[in-house]
Structure formats: structure tokens, C-alpha cells
């Protein structure tokens, strides 16, 4: 649900490196969730590999609208220079008051317009901060949960595997006592001191 939530708002952003990491996220996710019930380990496994990959992907996004190693929160990074859009939050963050002047003073301008946002109670760039924290946190936690319903299905596995492993035909082994009944009662049956007795009952 967090990684739907981000991805939404990377939708309206127009941010495609983002768009495509959480898109690839989600599917890692739906695969970890598809063998949590079907009890598939291996489909789990698929859930916490790629994760210290989603940490390091968070990480750098906080690194760049910190700014932190020369990285530029204007930059057009995360648009794959398609174009100046930024952060859905930069304009619609809680507070935030968006105000277009025209530009037609300004020759070869004369239809575009200035947008200006104030009164932002929260910078978008904490807001996108806060939002790759989350995801950490939620990707450590994932991770450790992940390891754990891996070992608890490889234990219950290697158990039923011990209980019925060293007898290939336990379903004969119910019937045996009941087959040899059955031949003892149609020996008697047959044979002469058998024909003798059901004369005998006859009588």
C-alpha cells in the first residue's frame, strides 16, 4: 500500500525514475505475497533479495533532495531530462498556495506564466525525504519477516518430508491385515474341512 501511495504521486510528478522503481517494486511485492499464501518459498526469496537494491534506490533520493554529494533537487535527474517537472508535493504540499503571474512584459513570453508557491507548511523536499525513510523502514521489516516465514515453511517442509520419507507405500501397510482376512476366509471356505462345515450348518 505505501509503494502504490508513492507511485501515485510520482504519477502526478511526471518523476519516471521513480515511477519505474516503485514499479518494479510492486511486482517484487505481489510475487513475495503470491507465495506467502500459495506456501511457495521460493516465490518468498524473490521478496527480500532485490530489497538492499530498494534501500540504496531510497537512499540516493534522499541524498539528492537534500542535496547531498553535488546532487540538485532542480535538476531534471529524475525526469530522464524529459522534462522540468518536479515533486507532485512542490506545489500541493499542505499549506501550499500556488499563484500564476503572467509573463507578457517579457518578449517571447507573452504565454507563459510564472507560477509562484507560499505559505508551504512543509517543504516538498522533506515531504519526498520522509516518504523514501518510510520505505526503508518498511523494506527492513520486510526483509526480516520475509527470512522468517522462508525458514518456518523450509521447517515444516523438512518435517513432513521425515515423517512419510522412509516409508514409500504407507497406504498398503493399512490393508494388509484386512487382505489376509479375506484369504484365510475363502481358504476355509474352499477347502474340504471348510465343506464340511457349511454341511454341517447346513444340517
Known sequence: LAALERQVFDFLGYQWAPILANFLHIIIVILGLFGTIQYRPRYIV???????????WNIFIICFYLEVGGLSKDSELLTFNISRHQSWWSE?????????????????????SYISVIGCALEYRYIEVMHSSFQILIALVGFVYACYVVSVFTEEEDSFDFIGGFDPFPLYHVNEKPTNLLFKQTYLLISPAGFSGVEGMNK
Open 92 to 112: 500541493n504540499g499542505p499549506g501550499c498556495v500556488r499563484k500564476e503571474a503572467s509573463m507578457s512584459g517579457i518578449k517571447g513570453l507573452d504565454s507563459h
Open 46 to 56: 524473490v521478496h527480500p533479495t532485490p530489497h538492499p537494491i530498494w534501500v540504496t
